[in-house]
């Protein structure tokens, strides 16, 4: 497995529709379950910089809890004028009954 590959939790610690914070090399990064899909964003609001974790799990998306901007959890992107900047999002692996979480740089670092 790659490297950068982080263990972070087992797949029985999240239930589907929660979402918990991790620490990893000094990102806070928040694994969140979709319908026992696993995701991964910095859990930093790109609006005025809250923590995401514990806002409600819709469709795919997070809002915000302090002003309630949705994020798709697998792009990164806003909805609407507050949700401009996207997310930072990372790559998660299952692997048996846990979860991995890889720290590489976005996809928007191509450029
Ligand atoms: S800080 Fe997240 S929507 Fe404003």
Do not use: W
Not at 46 to 75: K, W, Y
Not at 93 to 102: L, Y
Request: hydrophobic share 40%; with cysteine; aromatic share 4%.
């Amino acid at each position: 497995m790659d490297k950068a590959f982080h263990r972070v939790m087992s797949t029985e610690e999240l239930a589907p529709g929660q979402s918990k914070a991790v620490q990893l090399e000094g990102v806070s990064v928040l694994v969140c379950n979709v319908k026992g899909e696993f995701l991964a964003v910095e859990n930093r609001c790109t609006h005025q910089a809250s923590e995401l974790e514990g806002g409600r799990i819709r469709n795919g998306m997070i809002s915000c809890p302090l002003h309630g901007v949705m994020f798709d959890l697998r792009t990164g992107c806003g909805r609407g004028p507050l949700g401009k900047v996207p997310l930072r999002t990372f790559v998660v692996q299952v692997v048996g009954d846990e979860v991995h979480v890889g720290l590489n740089e976005p996809a928007e670092a191509d450029s």
